[in-house]
């Protein structure tokens, strides 16, 4: 069966410093990977998505994901947060029948 | 770009009536579309998935002559909750793919229904 799995419900960093926000994924292949952010009553916006080309993804606002096949894993990360990715972050894998299947989401806060 | 509109952004009505909600593809055409839930402070749950044309397929335990969706063209499918509950109280959102491609899903900013 295929999963997501957030490993982080909250995390909190201060502005200026890294973002590191960890997914796991399970896959009997090789998966389409995205990351999402939310903010507040809001849809969701793409930062990036991983479908077997380069496995260092760059996004949009300087977030970047590493596909690492055998950690199973897909974090995100960003060199200095600001006040503004206070947010919702979903990991999401492409399932069958072209769905996505969501972790339950990690909240970023970023205090001054 | 890809845009994705929801209509209305928030609505409120009385137990035992019926709302609907309408996801438009702005600027893409859009064979697919799903439709999610999303509680506070949780994850997106998938309801079902629209195919323009054709019956909607619902996910396991979604009532779908509760959650009735309606893809009758490329750029627009609709969910009408009928019979609203308070549990029906949730953040409904939708996505669709652009036609001819499975590579990424775009969101609407979502819709806001209180059930009172």
């Known amino acids: 069966a295929q999963s997501v799995t957030q490993l982080d419900s909250h995390v909190s960093v201060s502005e200026g410093t890294p973002v590191l926000l960890r997914c796991n994924y399970s896959s009997s292949y090789s998966p389409s990977l995205f990351w999402y952010v939310q903010h507040p009553n809001k849809g969701l916006q793409l930062l990036l998505k991983y479908t077997s080309a380069a496995t260092l993804v760059k996004g949009i606002n300087g977030f970047e994901a590493e596909f690492k096949k055998s950690e199973t894993s897909f974090h995100l990360t960003k060199p200095s947060a600001h006040m503004s990715d206070a947010a919702e972050y979903f990991c999401?894998?492409?399932?069958?029948?072209?769905?996505?299947?969501f972790g339950a989401g990690t909240r970023l806060a970023v205090h001054p | 770009g890809a845009v994705v509109s929801q209509h209305p952004s928030r609505v409120i009505c009385k137990s035992g009536t019926s709302v609907k909600i309408e996801c438009r593809s702005l600027?893409?055409?859009?064979?697919?579309m799903f439709w999610y839930r999303q509680f506070p402070k949780q994850s997106l749950m998938l309801m079902a998935t629209s195919n323009e044309g054709s019956k909607a397929t619902y996910e396991q335990g979604v009532e779908k002559d509760k959650f009735l969706i309606n893809h009758a063209s490329l750029t627009l499918s609709t969910l009408t909750v009928t019979s609203a509950h308070p549990e029906d109280s949730s953040f409904y959102i939708c996505s669709g793919y652009k036609t001819g491609s499975t590579d990424t899903q775009y969101f609407g900013p979502g819709t806001r229904l209180t059930v009172l």
């Open positions: 600027d893409f055409q859009a064979t697919t």
């Open positions: 999401a894998l492409s399932g069958g029948y072209n769905k996505l299947i």
